[in-house]
């Protein structure tokens, strides 16, 4: 079955260091990638798309790559700042009928002082 | 704000009540998609439209959700004989699908403040 992973632990990281979250996903061949950043109590925002195509993405303090071999994600927050805690989404879509995008479960990143 | 809006962006009820709930999308935006959320969970996806269509509804859905956009522009999501286990955050969310000649058409979706639900 489909299945996208993301880390169900906090990732805990000091304020300076890069932040580095991963998605991993299996029995599924995406057309693109992307993340979004949820913050408590709010709906999930928009921060970058990967396509299948590209090997790297940055906008900003932010860079994702795509593997489709490894099928796998990286989502790194360079200079991390405590702004930056939230919780990381990825979704897939595209793809042979998978028009619309499916959601991992998130992972919290926690940036401390 | 031209954002997507949710009402209401709370509600508590009883068990065994009926709840609805509106979702305003971004106006030029052919597609809405409602999706649950419980904590420490991703967006669980329930159902989505593009236009007035309802195109896939999760095979998780109860027979007690229904969903409308009858105008292909608001869309309501009624939960009927609420049980304890419905509370969660109702999330709405709204993209723009490129129906024809779009080479590689994206979904990417914009997302509501969310209903938090609670059923007592």
């Known amino acids: 079955s489909q299945k996208i992973e993301q880390n169900s632990e906090a990732l805990n990281i000091q304020e300076g260091k890069t932040a580095t979250l991963t998605c991993n996903y299996t029995?599924?061949?995406?057309?693109?990638l992307q993340w979004y950043r949820q913050d408590p109590g709010r709906g999930p925002v928009f921060l970058l798309l990967i396509r299948e195509n590209e090997k790297e993405k940055r906008k900003e303090r932010l860079k994702v790559t795509f593997d489709t071999t490894l099928k796998q994600s990286l989502f790194h927050i360079t200079a991390s700042q405590p702004a930056d805690s939230a919780t990381y989404l990825c979704a897939l879509g595209g793809g042979a009928g998978f028009q619309k995008l499916v959601f991992g479960t998130g992972t919290r990143l926690l940036v401390s002082p | 704000d031209t954002g997507v809006s949710q009402n209401p962006r709370h509600k508590i009820t009883k068990r065994g009540q009926n709840v609805t709930f509106r979702c305003d999308p971004i106006s030029e935006h052919n597609r809405l998609y409602w999706y649950r959320q419980t904590l420490g969970q991703g967006p669980e996806f329930l159902t989505y439209f593009q236009n007035e269509a309802q195109l896939e509804k999760s095979r998780l859905l109860s027979d007690r959700f229904s969903a409308e956009r009858p105008k292909g522009s608001f869309s309501t999501l009624e939960i009927q004989r609420t049980e304890q286990g419905d509370s969660a955050m109702y999330l709405c969310a709204s993209a723009t699908w490129a129906e024809r000649g779009s080479l590689n058409p994206t979904d990417t979706q914009y997302f509501g403040p969310g209903t938090r639900l609670t059923v007592l």
């Open positions: 029995n599924y061949s995406p057309a693109y």
